[in-house]
Nanobody, 115 residues
Framework: VQLVESGGGLVQPGGSLRLSCAAS????????MRWYRQDPGKERELVAG????????NYGDSVKGRFTISRDNAKNTAYLQMNSLKPEDTAVYYC?????????WGQGTQVTVSS
């Protein structure tokens, strides 16, 4: 199982970023995917989740209405569209899949929201 995040960077408050998570080593279309984030000194926080077919999505309270999770099962890729970014969104963002009784994580991508 391999998860590779990309798309992070430095953005001004109010700006947007789109994160991608390229998956391999498992049948991507059969598993729910999740995005988490973690800032140093804080616990890892669930940002969003999406069901295997994409029909069910859920979001953390702090990102509802601003972030959108999606997936393209033909490309084995999950996405996180982040709009109206705030300084408190600054964190390392990780994608995650739970399969075979294990949680698998990518290496993370840094998102920094600052003027």
């Amino acid at each position: 199982v391999q998860l590779v995040e990309s798309g992070g960077g430095l953005v001004q408050p109010g700006g947007s970023l789109r994160l991608s998570c390229a998956a391999s080593g498992f049948t991507f279309s059969s598993y729910a995917m999740r995005w988490y984030r973690q800032d140093p000194g804080k616990e890892r926080e669930l940002v969003a989740g999406i069901s295997s077919a994409g029909g069910t999505r859920n979001y953390g309270d702090s990102v509802k209405g601003r972030f959108t999770i999606s997936r393209d099962n033909a490309k084995n890729t999950a996405y996180l569209q982040m709009n109206s970014l705030k300084p408190e969104d600054t964190a390392v963002y990780y994608c995650n899949v739970f399969l075979g009784m294990h949680f698998y994580w990518g290496q993370g991508t840094q998102v920094t929201v600052s003027s």
